[in-house]
């Protein structure tokens, strides 16, 4: 029976899991901020509003 070895055990790199990590945060903020509260408005909610209004009003 053969084995399997892995060529390569170290973990990932420093860039790779701060860019990993941000990316979780990033998407975080952004469901909150979007999504929960309602504090900044969806692209949907920006394009009725300029076909109400008119555009740049």
Known sequence: M???Y????SP??????GLFVGS???AIVYLIFYHVS???PLATEIQEYET???PGR
């Open 12 to 17: 990932s790199p420093p860039w790779w899991t």
């Open 2 to 4: 053969m084995a399997f």
């Open 6 to 9: 892995e060529l390569d055990n």
């Open 52 to 54: 109400i209004s008119g």
């Open 24 to 26: 979780i945060l990033f």
């Open 38 to 40: 309602d504090t900044l």
